[in-house]
């Protein structure tokens, strides 16, 4: 786009020579294009009446045609209407013209400003006469060279943000000295507006012409300074993640020479891949994709990769979304149950219930049991068979000795070595988030200082909180409410009350003989048998034999010696058959000793005969129950009560209480009062070795006191049980069934228990209940008549007269002979 | 060379005669009459004006590519070429211009 400058004058002149001051011309119209005088523009004229304006002007001598600018942009060349149009155009003299597809490709050069006098025709052209519009004309010539001077120097400096441009037009521009005919092609250049260019078209005097140029232009080198400077910033991005990419492909090439390329990336993309397939929570995903893309920035080499690789893995493996299909059919349920376990009626009720519920409401909460009992009775296999029969997995888990927090809930990942806590760990082994969970030994959980687990285990089993469960490993919540807790605990008062609270607590007491005969005959012979590589055919054992070692060789409120024991016989039977035995291996009552040694327990028995002062009461431990004996002897002239046998606070206390009612109620038992007051007295109960404590042994205390004062004996044949008060009230206790089970199976068939448990006799086997006589008790008073023989056996103490006591028949407390049912 | 407005500028060619100089200029479609040739000191000029003849009511243009419009050439010589005879005429649509000494 160079630029005539030498003629220019020549030109103007000439024009003005060959065209009259007013003539008649075709009119052009354009949008968003203005031409200027002298300037050179490729023109494209596609539209009908555009066309025929074009062709009537090549049809002239001069091919001289008039570009007049639309005012908006959106009116056509064919539609455009007189008032559509600027009435200031420009004379353009058209001096090539190619055809193309029906498109005029014109190159115009600018002549002349000219300005409409009148419209002449519409159709099928646009034609006007015209007015050339003279020279423009400088006022101030100061101000114009100013302004030259200032446009120069924006030229220059724009130029300089052009690299493109060509040096030739450089050149051409910086020696144009016509500040008109620049201003003119700046204008034709610069994309302006059509608005400014017309105005600049329209400027008859240099100095406005040039003053709206220089705005114009600075503007302009304004915006392309801007434009650059963003430029540049985008380049100097681009430049930086150029050299990291570079940088890294250095690196991996350096890997791959050390041998440590792959890998790496394949492990993210790995990981990527599966956490973009996993089915995971929303939340869980942000997060995970987090830590891959600060896993994917660092090094195989760094510490943090691999923390963060098994931090992933876990978080993949673990069963967000996953539950096992549900089962549940009642009948199906209560089958498993009953395949399981042998009697136990009520617990398999209570666990019914709870599983019903589970299937009405499948959304609700899952129940937290918790079956508390001896060792050996089956809590753990009725977790088993509970999972069995919800058909869903079973996780099970010991809390025994567990103390430190962080093994329930995980370790912080900023610990090196930092895992899951138990929890998320059996989550994980088992796939599903509604797995049976089993909390094992729940009453044995330590703390110290390392934290308590109790507490942790407090938000892990309230259905309110554990639907958002954060372990501190994932730190990220975990829904544990479709888990069905199972907790099991041989004692419930080391459970902190508010867990127990949380929990159902179904008690299960232990078997009697007659129920161990059964478990043995219907799971444990059959068992063993298998385990042991028998046949069925090839052992026998007869009720007579699995009653004896229910009694002498194994001592236990479960099943488990017992089973043992068994698997002992089966071993010897196994033997047998390996060395070529092929017949039937009966084994009765009085083989047993040649299989199994002499008895190893003597059953604790009733004494034939206690003297006046030892009672035979009953204990409850977590073996199940055992019969104690209360030894009582007066110290003559000594004073106060000595107490031995490892005897706990509250027991002493039950001593004290126990004398102290005595004591005060002296006449009215026919005791002489200086008795107590002159002579001390010691309390022994064995055997030595064990500690015990309770209150419930009051009574029995009570009755030694008693005896030993009175010098009647309690009857050997009747052991006794409830806690007394000052005032000579019995109170219930508990652990009945096992206490009653341990003084039959002790040969004992009297049995006094405080009214308020009479309840608990229905707990009692029936075969047991049968042979017991069971005498209730409401007050020491009716303990002490049924437990002392009527008469003294002989003269305890000095000699005194012992009043006649008449037993009151009225206190004797109602005899309950268990009837049938 | 560079377009300019309604100027144009046909190329030419100077050889020197034995006799004096011979100017060959690529200039066809253009009337005698149109021609106009000056001689100053060392300067030929020549100008004139192509007029588009073949225009005509119903002929219209496919293509346009032969300028229509005034031209002006302007030769140096080495020497001053005042007082030549000058002789011209057209072949072949090339304008011939002969200066002779006189």
């Known amino acids: ?821 | 060379m560079r377009p300019s407005g309604r100027l144009w500028y046909p190329s030419a060619d100077i050889y020197q005669t034995p006799d004096g100089w011979l100017v060959k200029v690529e200039l066809a479609g253009v009337s005698a009459e149109d021609l106009e040739i000056d001689i100053q000191g060392n300067q030929l000029y020549i100008a004139g004006c192509r007029r588009d003849k073949t225009c005509a009511v119903g002929v219209s243009y496919q293509q346009m590519e032969i300028t229509y419009s005034r031209f002006e050439k302007t030769l140096e010589f080495p020497a001053s070429i005042d007082g030549a005879k000058l002789e011209h005429n057209y072949t072949d649509g090339l304008l011939l211009i002969y200066l002779k000494k006189r």
């Not at chain 1, 010897?572 to 070529?580: D, F, I, P, R, T």
């Not at chain 1, 031995?644 to 005060?664: F, H, N, P």
């Open chain 1, 1 to 821: 786009m160079a630029k005539n400058t030498e003629n220019t004058q020549n030109t103007k002149q000439e024009a003005k020579l060959n065209a009259p001051k007013q003539f008649e011309i075709a009119v052009l119209p354009l949008q968003n294009t203005t031409l200027f005088p002298e300037t050179v523009v490729p023109l494209a004229v596609g539209r009908e009446r555009s066309v025929k304006s074009v062709e009537f002007a090549l049809s002239t001598e001069e091919k001289l045609i008039a570009c007049l600018t639309t005012k908006t942009a959106e009116v056509t060349g064919n539609e455009a209407k007189q008032s559509d149009l600027y009435t200031v155009g420009t004379i353009v003299n058209i001096k090539r013209m190619m055809r193309n597809d029906g498109v005029m490709q014109l190159i115009v050069q600018g002549v002349d400003r000219i300005r409409v006098v009148e419209w002449t025709q519409e159709q099928p052209f646009l034609k006007a006469r015209v007015e050339t519009l003279p020279e423009l004309q400088v006022k101030d010539l100061e101000e114009v060279e100013a302004l030259k001077r200032n446009i120069m120097g924006l030229v220059q400096e724009a130029l300089a943000m052009l690299p493109q441009v060509p040096p030739e037009a450089r050149m051409a521009i910086m020696s144009q000295n016509n500040p008109v005919q620049l201003s003119y092609f700046l204008a034709s250049v610069l994309d302006l507006g059509v608005e400014t260019e017309q105005k600049m078209l329209e400027a008859d005097t240099t100095d406005e012409l040039l003053s709206q140029t220089h705005a114009a232009l600075a503007r302009e080198v304004e915006i392309m300074q801007i434009r650059s400077k963003i430029a540049t910033e985008a380049q100097g991005e681009m430049d930086k993640s150029q050299r990291d990419y570079i940088l890294r492909q250095q690196m991996k090439a350096i890997q791959k020479e050390l041998g440590e390329d792959d890998g790496e990336k394949a492990e993210a993309e790995q990981l990527r891949e599966r956490l973009e397939t996993a089915d995971l929570p929303e939340e869980v995903r942000k997060e995970s994709e987090r830590e891959l893309k600060r896993m994917e920035q660092l090094p195989q080499a760094a510490p943090d990769y691999h923390v963060i690789r098994t931090y992933l893995e876990y978080v993949l493996e673990l069963p967000w979304k996953k539950s096992s299909e549900e089962k549940l059919d009642l009948n199906e349920a209560r089958k498993i149950l009953d395949e399981d376990h042998y009697g136990l009626e009520d617990i398999k009720e209570r666990i019914l219930e709870s599983l019903a519920v589970v299937k009405l409401r499948p959304d609700s909460k899952s129940p937290i049991l918790c079956f508390v009992g001896p060792p050996g009775v089956g809590k753990t296999s009725l977790g088993r068979s509970i999972a069995r029969a919800l058909g869903r997995e079973f996780e099970r888990m010991s809390l025994g000795g567990m103390r430190d927090e962080a093994e329930l809930r995980g370790h912080r990942r900023t610990y090196i070595g930092a895992m899951p806590g138990r929890i998320i760990q059996s989550l994980r082994r088992v796939a599903v988030n509604n797995p049976v969970m089993m909390l094992d030994e729940i009453d044995k959980l330590g703390n110290d200082y390392r934290g308590d687990p109790a507490a942790a285990l407090l938000e892990i089993l309230d259905p309110q909180q554990n639907n958002s469960f954060r372990d501190h490993y994932l730190d990220l919540p975990f829904d544990l409410s479709k888990v069905f807790f199972i907790a099991t605990a041989n004692q419930l008062q080391p459970i902190p009350a508010p867990l127990r609270d949380r929990m159902e607590i179904i008690q299960l007491a232990g078997y009697s003989d007659a129920e161990k005969l059964n478990i043995a005959k219907q799971y444990l012979i059959a068992r063993q048998i298998k385990e042991n590589g028998l046949q069925e055919n090839q052992l026998e054992i007869t009720d007579d034999a699995i009653n004896l070692l229910t009694a002498r060789y194994t001592r236990e409120a479960g099943v488990r010696q017992l089973e043992r024991t068994i698997g002992n016989l089966a071993r010897k039977v196994a033997l047998k058959v390996a060395e070529g035995n092929t017949e039937k291996v009966t084994i009765t009552e009085n083989e047993i000793k040649s299989y199994l040694g002499v008895p190893r327990f003597y059953p604790e028995k009733a004494r034939d005969e206690n003297p006046a002062g030892v009672a035979t009461g009953m204990a409850w431990t977590e073996m199940g129950g055992e019969i104690l004996f209360i030894e009582a002897t007066k110290l003559p002239g000594g004073s106060g009560l000595t107490l031995t046998g490892q005897l706990g606070d509250v027991m002493k206390e039950s001593v004290q209480a126990a004398r102290s009612y005595l004591w005060s109620h002296a006449s009215e038992l026919g005791i002489d009062p200086n008795e107590i007051k002159e002579n001390g007295v010691h309390v022994h109960v064995p055997a030595g070795a064990i500690p015990k404590d309770g209150p419930s042994a009051g009574v029995t205390m009570a009755s030694a006191l008693a005896s030993l004062y009175t010098g009647k004996k309690v009857r050997s044949d009747t052991s006794m049980t409830g806690e007394i008060t000052l005032s000579g009230l019995v109170f219930p206790v508990g652990g009945i069934k096992e206490k009653v089970l341990a003084a039959h199976r002790a040969g004992i068939r009297r049995i006094i228990l405080p009214q308020k448990n009479e309840a608990d006799v229905e707990e009692i086997p029936e075969d047991v209940r049968k042979e017991l006589e069971i005498i209730t008790a409401n007050r020491i008073d009716d303990v002490l008549n049924a437990a002392l023989e009527s008469q003294p056996s002989e003269p305890v103490g000095k000699n005194y007269a012992i009043p006649d006591m008449e037993p009151h028949s009225d206190a004797i407390g109602e005899s309950l002979i268990a009837k049938e049912k």
